[in-house]
Every structure is written in structure tokens, then in C-alpha cells.
């Protein structure tokens, strides 16, 4: 529910959590099941912003130069591994991310609509890796975990291989046309002011509290809305109600702010921790 709230949204999606969970058997399905063209990028030190956005060949027939697009050129990028690459690529991919464009010899080149990026990296890894500063981290709407599955659902993957038969068995539940359609609804969707009122609360909340260096920035606050809007369209609602709010506070907002890094009752207090505890602290709106 939350990687679609990302791409109603318009909203890219980072996924944090460990190899081996899933991310790109979902990547994939969604844009399977919504009729949307796929690309993956397996991003590594030695890449190039060329090796994404693309590049121009010399045709001796013509004797002209022709742009060869890059794997950027997709509605569904599935950036895999993306704090693996140098701060120079992971720019060029996230100024496609921003502008839904890309600039090469001089000619700027619109990106297929929808497009969406799915980023993923392992928490866990430090060796050989650079790390997305905070500016780059809030060009996300999101930020999600997977998580491992449970001991059932982990013995029904042993005995079915649902990474393969999860693809065969995917059919298209909308067309391309129809997720443009819901893109462009999402804005019309009705947020209270009451409930503006309440996302503001908690967003300066996060500015103030005494375990954040960095709250919420005003990108972030903008995020937030969106990301509730999509998820009352999602079900099948035209307002916003609080538990869209509630719902999406922490995936929005977490890697957006920065905790400090002294432990508090001789405990490490995570951001996702801290953001529960705004959300309990600040009064929902009747």
C-alpha cells in the first residue's frame, strides 16, 4: 500500500532493508500489474552518469550523432543498490528524479510519464559504500522496510518459488492511462484545514524536539499532504482522514530528520522511535 501511495503520489520510493527480501520481485510486479515499463539498474562504483541517462553515437551513415537512451528511460527504475555508486551518479539519477528530465550533449529529453524511481540500499553495509546526504535523502516520499516474513509465508517461498510464479501469475489491474488519471486526481483530493493544522503540528514537532539536529523540512510537510491524498484515493475516498496522516507520518518523515547521536537512557533512540513518540504527543483532530 505504501509503495503505490509513492507512486499516486508522484512520490519516489526508497526501500531500506536487507538482500534477499523481495524488493525487486516487487518492483517488478507493480509495474507488471499496472502496465508499466521496467528497468533495473544495478548501480556500482565505477558507473557513469552515462551509463544511466545515456549517451551519443557517431553514425557513419549519417554522419551525425544519435542519442542512445539509458535504462532512465522506463516508468518503473528500480535504482538497486543506490548508495553503492559515486556522489556524481547518484546525482544524475536523482536530478531525473526532481526535473522528470535529463540533460546530455547539450539537448534536455523529457522522461516517460509515469516514472517512478525505486531506490534500495542495505542499511547494514558500510564497506565500499557513500552515503546519501540528508538533501538527497528528502527528494524521497518515502521511506519503507520490508522486513522478513513470517516462518508460514517464509515455507509457502521454500516450496513455491513466488518470485518466478508471482510474475507468471501477475495480470494488469489498470492501464498506464489509468495511473496518470489518478496522479492528476490526487491534488483535488479534500484535506480539512483542521487536518493541514494537524500535519503542521506534527511536522514543527519534529523542529523542536530535543533528540532532533534536523526536523522536517517544508519539501517534507508538501510530501506529507500528497502522501495522504494518494492514500484516500487508494481507498476509495475524496477527503483525507487522520489515519492517513498517522499512517504515513513515519515512512514520510523518518529520513528526513536527523537524530542526535548521544544515546538517551542508555539506549540508541532511533528516528522512527522519535516520531512515534511526536505522533502520541500531539492531539488528533476530532
Known sequence: MQALVGLM???????EDVPGVGKTVLARVLARSLELTFTRIQLTPDMLPSDIVGVSIYDTNTSSFEFKRGPIFANVVLADEINRTTPRTQSALLEAMNE????????????????WVIATQNPFEFEGTYFLPENQLDRFALR????????????RIVREEPS?????????????ADVIAIQNRVPEIRVDDRLVDYALDLV??????EHLEVGVSPRGTIAFIRCAQAAAILEGRDYVVPDD???????VCAHR??????????????????????????????
Do not use: N
Open 9 to 15: 503520489s508522484r512520490g519516489h520510493l526508497l526501500i
Open 100 to 115: 522528470a528530465q535529463v540533460s546530455m550533449d547539450g539537448r534536455t529529453m523529457r522522461l516517460d510519464q509515469p516514472f
Open 144 to 155: 519503507i522496510r520490508i522486513g522478513y516474513p513470517t516462518r508460514a509465508v517464509e515455507a
Open 164 to 176: 518466478k510464479s508471482a510474475l507468471e501469475a501477475t495480470e494488469p489491474v489498470m492501464s498506464q
Open 204 to 209: 514543527e514537532a519534529t523542529r523542536h524536539h
Open 245 to 251: 496522516l498517522k499512517a504515513l507520518f513515519v515512512p
Open 257 to 286: 530528520v536527523v537524530s542526535k547521536s548521544y544515546l538517551h537512557d542508555g539506549h540508541t533512540v532511533s528516528a522512527e522511535q522519535i516520531l512515534e513518540e511526536v505522533l502520541r504527543g500531539v492531539t488528533v483532530p476530532e
